[in-house]
């Protein structure tokens, strides 16, 4: 049986249903919003799957039903009656200045002048044409007006490194969506898409009845692909596949309802012959949510346990961008889970979604803290050295990282001098290996800088800057009982820095073991290496000193 061809890049609904495409039926959804509202807007990442489904709605208010069969909106008695249509897209054009934003504002209007059959004034202000386009619309055909608008914060986010010129585009598109508001009695269905949502633009301060589903646990599927279509939908293409797998690198974008892929990830895995690669993350590199990082000085470590409310998901400002708002919105993080606040608010736990963004945005934060590039071997050698538990291997590449590091980055900047960065920097390059690593992991006696959870150990490490012992500190703390449970090989390592050299000064090592009788040397074959192992309190440590 010939399998249906995959709809790589493809988000007309028309093309993907005549010319024998792969299909996840979302008209389900689609029909439950037309029954039962009428102005929605809704934000997703890019590239997953908003501007296919404004299509759908589009061919649905064309009324071409036969398009339909065998979907479940064909079969679940809706009736297909045909509207004007307004479509707007911001997803091409010019937006770096207000001369090249009307001229594609007023090209995406020309186009829906030939299609609605209906003229504007040449010259005409684009808001003025936009509100005459509504009203002859709705006379010329006697029906209520559709407007779809796809990715309409496009003009401002094209511009979020010059806050002036994106606060002239904010200006310009909340006179342009104000029409919205005014023509209510001439509108049947509004449906706006985007990546954020920016908290001054009219759209969200006019339309006071917009219905925001982007958190929605009705709507959660609305875009990217469930579990259940990856095993269904795609089972032929994914036989004798790892799905477990599958699901690590790709599942996880959750919008408080069930998780979900991004399609894009799924149908160039499949394409690609199933490598496992980061498809979405490499259409775009996050450049000014890497500079935001290193603006701000980030702890990167605190990823692990960012915890906000409403407010901070819900918009950002041109003048005030919140980094974990940024990350959010774009994808990059995702709610792992919600508890209630005191006053009966969600509270909103996020976390980073799969394995694809860990390696890929952590590698990249790495590498641009860092100021390298094709770091791949150097990470290579980082994993040796954990997996082996070699720690003077682990120290040589990490000081040989740090001498690397060009001198003019901290000529400005003082930012070497804060423990902050250094772990920073180490979590960075941890976590772009991929492995579970846990950032201020928290203990009943205080805050591990960082846990590193090997297959074959654990690692604990703590950070000091000039001179301070960070062993010592692991030891009073005791902070390796909270994994004895494991029944693996526990490892301390304290890491010192010298401020003035800008690189590591040391970095001290002993082992836990957690029963032991006497003093006792120990010969290990495979690192051709002994290692002496001694009664610290209740454990054993076995100690940095080898003999040979």
Not at 169 to 174: G, Q, S, V
Request: charged residues 25%.
């Amino acid at each position: 049986m010939k399998l249906k061809k995959l709809p790589i890049g493809i988000s007309t609904l028309r093309n993907i249903l005549e010319e024998d495409y792969v299909y996840v039926d979302k008209t389900d959804i689609a029909q439950e919003l037309i029954d039962n509202g009428k102005y929605y807007f809704l934000s997703r990442p890019r590239r997953f799957g908003k501007s296919l489904f404004l299509d759908t709605l589009r061919t649905i208010f064309d009324g071409d039903k036969e398009i339909f069969k065998g979907l479940y909106i064909y079969e679940n008695g809706y009736e297909f009656v045909k509207h004007p249509i307004i479509r707007i897209s911001f997803s091409s054009g010019d937006f770096k200045t207000k001369e090249g934003f009307y001229k594609t504002l007023l090209r995406i209007l020309e186009i829906n002048q030939d299609d609605l059959e209906i003229e504007c004034i040449k010259e005409e202000d684009p808001s003025i044409c936009f509100d005459r386009l509504i009203h002859e619309a709705y006379k010329k055909y006697n029906k209520k007006v559709v407007i779809l608008v796809d990715e309409y914060d496009k003009p401002i986010l094209d511009n979020i490194e010059n806050p002036e010129v994106a606060r002239v585009m904010r200006e310009e598109l909340k006179n342009f969506y104000s029409i919205i508001k005014g023509a209510d009695e001439f509108l049947k269905f509004v449906f706006i898409t985007g990546v954020s949502k920016f908290s001054k633009v009219s759209l969200f301060s006019g339309l006071n009845n917009i219905n925001d589903i982007t958190l929605d646990r009705s709507y959660s599927t609305i875009c990217g692909y469930t579990q259940n279509d990856v095993e269904t939908v795609f089972a032929k293409y994914l036989e004798g596949q790892d799905f477990a797998k599958i699901q690590k690198w790709y599942n996880g974008y959750k919008f408080l309802g069930e998780g979900v892929y991004n399609p894009f990830d799924i149908l160039l895995f499949i394409q690609k012959g199933f490598e496992f690669r980061n498809y979405w993350f490499s259409t775009a590199t996050p450049t000014f949510l890497l500079k935001l990082i290193e603006k701000n000085n980030y702890f990167l470590p605190n990823l692990e346990n960012i915890v906000k409310d409403d407010k901070m998901l819900d918009s950002f400002d041109v003048d005030y961008i919140e980094l974990e708002t940024l990350m959010w919105q774009t994808g990059y993080l995702t709610i792992e889970k919600t508890t209630i606040n005191y006053n009966d608010t969600p509270k909103y736990h996020l976390g980073i979604p799969n394995q694809e963004v860990k390696i890929s945005l952590l590698g990249s934060i790495a590498d641009f803290m860092s100021k390298q590039s094709n770091t791949t071997i150097l990470k290579g050698e980082i994993y040796e050295s954990l997996i082996n538990a070699d720690f003077s291997a682990f120290e040589n590449t990490f000081k040989s990282l740090f001498a690397s590091i060009p001198y003019n980055l901290f000529t400005n900047n003082k930012m070497y001098e804060y423990e902050g960065y250094y772990a920073s920097l180490f979590y960075a390059y941890l976590k772009a290996l991929g492995i579970d690593i846990v950032g201020e992991d928290v203990t009943n006696r205080g805050r591990i800088d960082l846990t590193i959870k090997m297959p074959n150990s654990i690692i604990i490490i703590e950070f000091k800057v000039d001179g301070s012992d960070a062993l010592a500190q692991i030891k009073e703390k005791k902070y390796h009982e909270k994994y004895l449970n494991t029944e693996l090989p526990i490892y301390l390592v304290g890491i010192a820095f010298d401020t003035q050299q800008r690189n590591i000064s040391e970095v001290e090592f002993e082992r836990v073991k957690s029963t032991c009788s006497s003093r006792k040397l120990c010969c290990n074959s495979l690192f051709k290496r002994c290692e002496r192992i001694v009664k610290f309190g209740d454990n054993c440590i076995i100690s940095n000193k080898f003999f040979s």
